[in-house]
């Protein structure tokens, strides 16, 4: 019996002191090659920049011609509002015109989010 209770309280230890989950830039970086082909840093880029986008207000980029939805969308670009948009666009902003359904795992958007956070 006291053999259980010590390993019951050593797992709840171990467990307490560890981090739930830590993003994975480098993984981040690899999913958003999908991304990469409408983002990119040009002008002309049929996607906006995303250099910055931690933080940054939704269609504020001078070069871009953003759609309505988004312009309407007035967002920050939190990592909650980021986190919400890249699991599912279309839920977040209706109406938006990115041709992109979301990542439907949580971890690989904390990837992506995280590899976003570099993008200064």
């Given at each position: 019996m006291r053999l259980l209770i010590t390993?019951?309280?050593l797992g709840a230890v171990i467990c307490a002191g560890a981090p739930a989950f830590a993003a994975d830039v480098n993984h981040g970086k690899q999913l958003f090659t999908a991304c990469a082909a409408?983002?990119?840093?040009k002008a002309d880029a049929l996607g906006p920049s995303l250099k910055g986008i931690v933080g940054r207000k939704s269609a504020s980029l001078e070069d871009f011609r953003y759609s309505n939805a988004m312009?309407?969308?007035n967002l920050t670009w939190t990592e909650d509002?980021?986190?919400e948009y890249l699991s599912d666009p279309q839920a977040k902003v209706k109406?938006?015109?990115m041709p992109?359904?979301?990542f439907s795992n949580?971890?690989?958007v904390a990837d992506v989010i995280a590899?976003?956070?570099t993008l200064k």
């Open positions: 390993g019951a309280f409408c983002h990119t840093e312009k309407r969308a509002n980021l986190k109406g938006n015109r992109f359904s979301g949580a971890n690989d590899y976003l956070q």
